[in-house]
Structures are given as structure tokens and as C-alpha cells.
């Protein structure tokens, strides 16, 4: 056996099916709850190192990487991290950190059939998606798996709005190159289920115009987007995009959260530079801290970063944790001060959202992800629709709105030094008095489209004719009550307060944030594509800054 082949971990044959038959046989016997548990726990078990083709090499064990060295370290492997490491990989040797484990081979969040299920239970160290409570009292979730949230969510695909590049200063043509390279490799056009027709047409009637057909741009109207769900069931998370890198320079650390970063404490010069990170395995076994470390090359300009791409709660949370951030709170938790950077954390968003059931009780529907949206109000308000499940056995019929661009800002602090832990956070949904004459504006309209006639058709319901009874007060009443997320929380690491246009963390060398959490704003009608965009945008940006600093070293 060649030294290669020993590296890699034991595929299974036809892992997904086993599984589904093993559910099946307890399904007969258990509850439905027992059954989930005990369906994660098999996953858990045989599942945690299955890889498909062409991807590098993955492992758990922590001391495969305790010690070595890399040109550049990615934490987190979600919906930024996984191009941006195979970008790098052309030229480079990466390390990938990810807390969670391989989506490959895991049913709940491959096979279409099973989406949403792997949202309905949560555990405090293992489980694909992990929740949270907001301080607003907003239950919310973020992706714990390799892929991130690309792996967990609706699967809806739309480019950003040609303004949102302008404002964030990007590259045109690099822009649509890298929204192309990921589009011919995890994006589909979908089929339409007949739910999602009725939806179209609920859309057109409300006054949603124009009607644009299937567009992955961001368009004023009704449109059909993009979905990383083919046409074969399948989900494709941003981890199929390592496949598009050097197998051999990249090595991807499951299971594994990064505890804080190396900073260099000889600095000459006055300089701060970052050496490496330090990590712990994610489940909790162990408290042990492990270290890895970015090469050192003689000639400085060489050096390659540590890149954040932990998302919205993990890139700030980190930075905070290593000493960066406002020097009153990372004294309540005896953090020595590195950088003293106010705006860590600060300036983080959630979309509010208001969502009603369509139909009157739970039913054995399929679920449904969704492949229609309305964009309206000059694009201040995106309403999509869909089939969540509730249990195993039942879901439920919605149709979702969000306000695309809420002036209201909340922040991101420690609760705990354990980096297992979530953040606290507050995203002060509505707190301006903009926002919730927004969200009334954004209700009537939502109502327009749940009473249209091809909606009551569809459920079996006489279309209501009388003009809706709520005013404007109850409506108001309702946003306060029933505010929601529509899992497209941003910031925390802004460009121009923590992060500069290059997306290095101001005052420290060596380090970088590159994810949803430098946004301003929630580009389009879900930020995954954008996401997905950037990491291979600041990876080709990287290649050619290095190829520049070689030039400028060897006139």
C-alpha cells in the first residue's frame, strides 16, 4: 500500500442507504424522537471521515496537526472557508479548522428528502446545526458541519444586487468570475413543485412585478433562483468546492474549534504579528490545547495569514478570545489585551422577519426548500415560501418575509472562555422606529400574498375577497411579538471599523476575517452565494498579492 492510500480515512460502501434501512427497522419499534437521536448517533458513529472524490485529506485527530506547520490556516470551513482554501491550495499549503464534522455520506444533509431534519435537534457539542437564544429572546441556528450553513439551509441561490458590489468596492469582472466558478460547480436550476408554482403566482397577484423568469441575479419582481439542490435530490455544500483544489497542499481538521490566536508577544519593532492558532476538540472530551503554525519564511512579506472564516459569531468571538477587541470587556474575563479594537463584535445584524402558516394544522407533506422569490418595496422586503418539517412525521406550509436592510444594530460579546460556547449576542430586531414601520409595511404585503387566490386554491381555502380586518397598530403589535430570523445574521467584523479593504484585521499582522461577518449589509435574497463568492474572490486576491510581493522581491 502506498504511504498516500494509508493516509486516507475508510469510505463506506453506501453508507446513506445502511443508515436509512437502520432507521427504518427502528421507526417501527420507537418514538420519533428516539428515532432522530439514535438515526445522529449512527451517523456519528460511522459517518465522521467519509469522503467523496477528488477531496484532500480529512481527519479528527488533532494530533495529526498539533505541531506542524502550513502557509496558510483557514478557521472555519463553511460557506467562505471551503473556496477559499481550495483558491489557496493552487500555490500554497492550507490548513482548514473545522468544528464540526464531513457532510459526505450523511443523509440528513445530502438527500433532499430529509431537509430540514437535521434543524429539528440540536446537542451542545456534535450535532449538524447548532442553536441558539439571542438576547432578544429569538431562537436562531448556525452551521456546525464542514460546508456551514450552506449545508443546513434553504439552498437558495442569488447573486448580489449590482449595488450592493458597488458599495462594498468590489472587482466587477472578478466579481462575476467568481460568482461563475462556483455556479459551475454546486448551483442547479430547479425543478418546480407545484407549491412553488402556486407561490409564483401569489407573488404576480400581490403586485410583485415584474415577472423575470429563472435569474440568478437580483432582480425587482418575481424570479425563480438558483439551488445547490440538483435535480437528483442532491445537496451540494460549499465543501464540493474543495474539490476544485490541490488535494496534496490542503488538510482539513475536523471536529476540531480553534480556542484563540498565536500572537507574536517578541515584537520587533513594535510590531504585532500572528504565529499560529491553538485548538481543542470540539466534543468535549478533552481541554487539552494543541498548536499549529504558519510558516516563517526569512523575508517577512512571504508570510502567509491565519484567515477567519467562522462566520458572524465565530470570527468575532475569536478575535475576542485572542485579545482582540474593547479592552473593558475582555478584562471582565481576564483576556490579556492585544489589539485594543472597540469595534470587535459591535454593528452585528440580523434581517427581522415575519412568517405565517398557510395552512390550518400539520400534514404529512414532503418538505420543500425554497425556488421562488418576490422582491419588493425598491428591494426592501424579500418574501419566499416554503415546507419545514416540525417532526419527523409532520411540517408545515409557510410563507417567510424579511426587511433586507434594517437600519437596527445589536452586538456580539463573550459568555465564556471556552470557545465551544456561543457568544451572547443581541440584535436589537425593530429597535429603530424605521424598521418596524418597515415591518407594517412588509405585513401588508405578506398578507396580500397568503390571501391571493392561486394560495387559497392550493390549500383548499375559499379565497378571502374583504379586505384584510388588522390595522396598522395590530400589525405593528404583531411585528413586536412575532419577529423572527431569517438565519442571515451579518457583521461583527466590519470593513472600515475592524477589518480594512483588503480584509486584514487593523493592528496585527498575519491575520484576516473573511466571511459574512465583514458585510455592511445582506446581500440579495440569501447571502450564500455571495459568501460562496467571496472566499474565491480574497483567494484569487491573495494568489495575486503574493505573486506581486515575489515580483517586487526578484526585480
Not at 427581522?352 to 426592501?380: H, L, N, Y
Not at 445582506?522 to 452565494?529: E, I, L, V, W, Y
Amino acid at each position: 500500500m502506498s504511504k498516500k492510500a494509508k493516509m486516507y480515512p475508510l469510505v463506506l460502501t453506501n453508507p446513506g442507504q445502511n443508515l436509512i434501512r437502520e432507521m427504518e427497522k427502528i421507526n417501527m419499534q420507537f418514538p420519533p424522537t428516539v428515532v432522530l437521536t439514535t438515526f445522529i448517533w449512527l451517523l456519528l458513529l460511522n459517518l465522521s471521515l467519509h469522503q467523496g472524490k477528488g477531496l484532500p485529506y480529512m481527519t479528527s485527530d488533532v494530533q495529526q496537526v498539533s505541531g506542524k506547520s502550513f502557509d496558510y490556516i483557514i478557521v472555519g470551513g463553511g460557506t467562505a472557508g471551503c473556496p477559499l482554501a481550495a483558491t489557496l491550495s493552487e500555490k500554497f499549503t492550507v490548513l482548514l479548522v473545522e468544528r464540526g464534522n464531513s457532510p459526505f455520506g450523511n443523509p440528513l444533509v445530502i438527500d433532499k428528502k430529509y431537509y430540514g431534519l437535521s434543524l429539528l435537534q440540536t446537542d451542545e457539542f456534535s450535532s449538524v446545526a447548532q442553536s441558539f437564544i439571542s438576547k432578544d429572546g429569538v431562537s436562531n441556528l448556525r452551521g456546525r458541519i464542514l460546508g456551514g450553513s450552506s449545508a443546513i439551509n434553504g439552498g437558495f441561490y442569488s447573486r448580489a444586487s449590482e449595488d450592493s458590489v458597488k458599495k462594498a468596492g468590489w472587482d466587477d469582472g472578478l466579481v462575476k468570475e467568481s460568482y461563475e466558478w462556483v455556479e459551475s460547480k454546486v448551483v442547479f436550476t430547479p425543478l418546480l413543485t407545484p407549491w412553488q408554482s402556486v407561490v409564483e403566482f401569489g407573488l404576480l397577484e400581490a403586485g410583485i412585478l415584474p415577472y423575470n423568469g429563472f435569474s440568478l441575479e437580483h432582480l425587482k419582481g418575481t424570479k425563480v433562483g438558483g439551488t445547490v439542490l440538483d435535480k437528483l435530490g442532491k445537496r451540494h455544500t460549499s465543501a464540493d468546492l474543495l474539490e476544485a483544489g490541490n488535494p496534496n497542499n490542503i488538510m482539513v481538521l475536523l471536529n476540531t474549534t480553534v480556542n484563540n490566536i498565536i500572537i507574536d508577544t517578541n515584537r520587533k519593532g513594535n510590531e504585532t504579528r500572528v504565529r499560529g492558532i491553538r485548538f481543542i476538540k470540539s466534543d468535549g472530551s478533552s481541554s487539552k490545547i494543541h498548536e499549529a503554525y504558519l510558516n516563517q519564511p526569512n523575508n517577512s512579506s512571504r508570510w502567509g495569514d491565519v484567515i477567519l472564516s467562522a462566520g458572524a459569531l465565530g470570527s468575532p468571538q475569536i478575535l475576542l478570545l485572542s485579545g482582540i477587541g474593547s479592552r473593558e470587556h475582555l478584562k471582565k474575563f481576564n483576556i490579556t489585551v492585544e489589539v485594543g479594537l472597540e469595534d470587535v463584535g459591535h454593528g452585528i445584524q440580523d434581517n427581522p422577519s415575519i412568517a405565517v402558516f398557510v395552512d390550518t394544522m400539520p400534514a404529512k407533506r414532503q418538505p420543500e426548500s425554497p425556488q421562488v422569490v418576490g422582491i419588493a418595496g425598491d428591494f426592501r422586503f424579500i418574501i419566499e415560501a416554503g415546507v419545514v418539517p416540525i417532526s419527523l412525521n409532520a411540517s408545515r406550509t409557510r410563507i417567510s418575509a424579511k426587511i433586507a436592510f434594517p437600519a437596527s444594530k445589536g452586538k456580539l460579546e463573550l459568555n465564556s472562555t471556552d470557545p465551544r460556547q456561543n457568544p451572547s449576542v443581541i440584535f436589537n430586531y425593530l429597535a429603530e422606529e424605521n424598521d418596524l414601520q418597515e415591518c407594517v409595511k412588509m405585513v401588508q404585503l405578506l398578507e396580500r400574498v397568503a390571501k391571493s387566490k392561486s394560495v387559497s386554491m392550493f390549500l383548499g381555502i375559499r379565497p378571502n375577497k374583504t379586505k384584510s380586518m388588522s390595522s396598522a397598530d395590530q400589525r405593528r403589535k404583531l411585528c413586536k411579538s412575532s419577529v423572527r430570523t431569517f438565519y442571515h445574521f451579518h457583521g461583527g467584523c466590519r470593513i472600515g471599523s475592524v477589518v480594512d479593504k483588503d480584509y486584514r484585521v487593523y493592528g496585527v499582522k498575519g491575520l484576516r476575517v473573511i466571511d459574512g461577518s465583514t458585510f455592511q449589509e445582506s446581500p440579495g435574497t440569501n447571502p450564500m452565494a455571495t459568501v460562496m463568492m467571496l472566499g474565491r474572490y480574497q483567494g484569487i486576491k491573495l494568489l495575486q498579492e503574493r505573486k506581486d510581493n515575489s515580483y517586487s522581491q526578484h526585480p
